[in-house]
Every structure is written in structure tokens, then in C-alpha cells.
T-cell receptor, first 112, second 113 residues
């Protein structure tokens, strides 16, 4: 079983749609959780941190369920510019330092 | 714009060459990382430096040799690479505790011929 699992997609949605991505992680010692966005041939960019209380940043809402080891990202009113791969990332603090583990990514294509 | 700067952006090298990738950050982060990313795959951790000391080596072959000259700089020395080592090499940095996120450079796209 992979440490962080995501539906690879692609998700093809019309502009203005609401889309939800899910992610599960297997290591209960995971401490920090994030969504990153990666455009084709670019570096991953931090989209938002994810907390149990849920957090919102404009059209983006992220949620963490520690009991179920489940992370979600909701994008409302999708824009063409939202087209990218969305990576779920968990961090474990080990004796050697932080280890980020990436999910395989979910590809989003927003269409006219 | 990323605050982690990597050079060069592109590199083509032969299997007998020696080259180095460079990374610089001025965010005061004390943890720095090298990741390798193949096409259509997520980044894979190679090395972690914490307070300028190598703290994690994910069983990376010795033809990859990291170096951290100071708290702002991270190098990756390459020698006798194989064509399958062709990938995007990403440098990243974070605070010692990565709870506020890890920030990536634009990467070096390496091709081994």
C-alpha cells in the first residue's frame, strides 16, 4: 500500500464547476499536511496547509480527518488557470529531520 | 516567484562527466532538501540537511554527492551518471519543523547522454 494515495484523474470539469480531490495516508505518525500544485514542467508550489479544523483560502477549502487518515481539497468556481496537478503531501518529523511524502497527484483540466 | 534559486535550469552531461547542481535560499531556513522527479511521477526524496548536517540519505547511489557549504547553500555533485538518472532535480527548504510548508526551487532538468 502506498503511503499517500490519490485518485490520479484526470478530472475534466467545465469552468465554474466545483471539484473535490481526496487523499488518504497510511502513517498515523504523520504530523503536517499540505496541498501543493504543480504545473507542467514546473516545480511544486505550496497551495495550502491542511488542519483538522478545516481551512479556507478564497475558492479553496481543505480538510483533514485524522481518525480516518483522510485529506480533502475542494475547489469552487473553477477557473481555466486552476488546470494543474494537485499533490497531497504529508510530513513526518523523524530523528533525521522532516520527510515529505507526496501522493501521486491528481490532474485537473478545467475546460471552457 | 520562488525564493529558492537553482542553477543551472537545464543540464546535459555525458556519463563520464562531473557536474554540480547549485541551490540557494535566503529565507533563514535550516532544513534543505534534494528531490528527484521523473516525468508523470511525484518528487522522491534524496537527501535532507538539517543545520548544515546531512541527516537523511534515502539510499541514494554514491554517484550523487550532496554538500552544504553553509546555511544558505546546497550543492549536488554528479559523477558517472547513467541515462536513467535523467530527471528534474528539485531543491527545497523549510524551517526546521516543516509545519509551515516546504518551498521548492524551479529545478534543474538533467539529461544524461
Amino acid at each position: 500500500r502506498k503511503e499517500v494515495e490519490q485518485d490520479p484523474g484526470p478530472f475534466n470539469v467545465p469552468e465554474g464547476a466545483t471539484v473535490a480531490f481526496n487523499c488518504t495516508y497510511s502513517n498515523s505518525a504523520s504530523q503536517s499536511f499540505f496541498w501543493y500544485r504543480q504545473d507542467c514542467r514546473k516545480e511544486p508550489k505550496l497551495l495550502m496547509s491542511v488542519y483538522s479544523s478545516g481551512n479556507e483560502d478564497g475558492r479553496f477549502t481543505a480538510q483533514l480527518n485524522r481518525a480516518s487518515q483522510y485529506i480533502s481539497l475542494l475547489i469552487r468556481d473553477s477557473k481555466l488557470s486552476d488546470s494543474a496537478t494537485y499533490l497531497c503531501v504529508v510530513t513526518i518529523l523523524t530523528g533525521g529531520g522532516n520527510k515529505l511524502t507526496f501522493g501521486t497527484g491528481t490532474q485537473l483540466k478545467v475546460e471552457l | 516567484d520562488t525564493e529558492v534559486t537553482q542553477t543551472p535550469k537545464h543540464l546535459v552531461m555525458g556519463m563520464t562527466n562531473k557536474k554540480s547542481l547549485k541551490c540557494e535560499q535566503h529565507m533563514g531556513h535550516r532544513a534543505m532538501y534534494w528531490y528527484k522527479q521523473k516525468a508523470k511521477k511525484p518528487p522522491e526524496l534524496m537527501f535532507v540537511y538539517s543545520y548544515e548536517k546531512l541527516s537523511i540519505n534515502e539510499s541514494v547511489p554514491s554517484r550523487f554527492s550532496p554538500e552544504c557549504p553553509n546555511s544558505s547553500l546546497l550543492n549536488l555533485h554528479l559523477h558517472a551518471l547513467q541515462p536513467e538518472d535523467s530527471a528534474l532535480y528539485l531543491c527545497a527548504s523549510s524551517q526546521e519543523w516543516a509545519g509551515r510548508g516546504t518551498f521548492f526551487g524551479q529545478g534543474t532538468r538533467l539529461t544524461v547522454v
